[in-house]
C-alpha cells in the first residue's frame, strides 16, 4: 500500500501544492492514468477552495487530501469544512445538463470526475465537514 495525507489552507498555493505532490506520487509508483487522475483531484480540491470560501473558512479551516493507492486501485478523498451538500442533492450534481447550462465555467467538474473514475461517493462526516471519494481500478500491482 502506498498513500499520502495533505492538510491545505484553501489558496492558490494549496492547490499547485497538491497538483505537484499528486503528479510526482503517480510518477514515482508509474502509475496508469496519470493526467485523468491527476485532473481528478485537481477538481475535487478546486470545488473544496470554493466552498471554503463561500463559507468563509478559507483563512481558517483546511482541506484535507489523502491519496491512498492498494493492489490495483487507487482512491481519493477530499474533506472541507465548507458545510457540504445537501444528501438529496447528490445525484443532480453530478448531472451536467448541456442544453440548460451557460457557458459558465461552474457546475461541470463533478460531472467530468464522475466519467474519469469508477465510482464517486459524498458523506456529510459533520454538520460542516463534507467528503468528495473517488475510486479508479488501476490494472497494475
Same mark, same amino acid.
Given at each position: 500500500?502506498?498513500?499520502?495525507?495533505? !492538510?491545505? %489552507?484553501? !489558496?492558490?498555493?494549496?492547490?499547485?501544492?497538491?497538483?505537484q505532490?499528486?503528479?510526482?506520487f503517480?510518477r514515482l509508483?508509474? &502509475?496508469?492514468?496519470?493526467?485523468? &487522475?491527476c *485532473?481528478?483531484?485537481?477538481? %475535487?480540491?478546486? !470545488?473544496?477552495v470554493?466552498?471554503?470560501?463561500?463559507?468563509?473558512?478559507s483563512?481558517? #479551516?483546511?482541506?484535507?487530501?489523502?491519496?491512498?493507492?492498494?493492489?490495483? #486501485?487507487?482512491?481519493?478523498?477530499?474533506?472541507?469544512?465548507?458545510?457540504?451538500?445537501?444528501?438529496?442533492?447528490?445525484?443532480?450534481?453530478?448531472l451536467y445538463?448541456?442544453?440548460e447550462?451557460t *457557458?459558465?465555467?461552474?457546475g461541470?467538474?463533478?460531472? *467530468? =470526475?464522475?466519467?474519469? =473514475?469508477?465510482?464517486?461517493? *459524498?458523506? !456529510? &462526516?459533520s454538520e460542516?465537514?463534507? %467528503?468528495?471519494?473517488?475510486?479508479?481500478?488501476?490494472g497494475?500491482?
Amino acid at each position: 500500500m502506498m498513500e499520502f495525507t495533505l !492538510n491545505l %489552507l484553501p !489558496n492558490q498555493k494549496g492547490i499547485l501544492f497538491a497538483d505537484q505532490i499528486m503528479s510526482a506520487f503517480m510518477r514515482l509508483y508509474n &502509475l496508469p492514468y496519470n493526467r485523468e &487522475l491527476c *485532473f481528478v483531484l485537481h477538481e %475535487l480540491i478546486i !470545488n473544496a477552495v470554493e466552498a471554503m470560501k463561500l463559507a468563509e473558512k478559507s483563512k481558517t #479551516e483546511k482541506i484535507q487530501i489523502h491519496v491512498e493507492k492498494e493492489m490495483e #486501485e487507487i482512491q481519493m478523498t477530499v474533506i472541507d469544512t465548507a458545510g457540504g451538500i445537501p444528501q438529496e442533492s447528490w445525484k443532480a450534481i453530478l448531472l451536467y445538463n448541456n442544453i440548460e447550462s451557460t *457557458f459558465s465555467e461552474r457546475g461541470r467538474g463533478l460531472f *467530468f =470526475v464522475k466519467n474519469m =473514475v469508477d465510482q464517486i461517493w *459524498f458523506d !456529510n &462526516l459533520s454538520e460542516t465537514r463534507f %467528503l468528495v471519494g473517488v475510486s479508479k481500478k488501476l490494472g497494475c500491482s
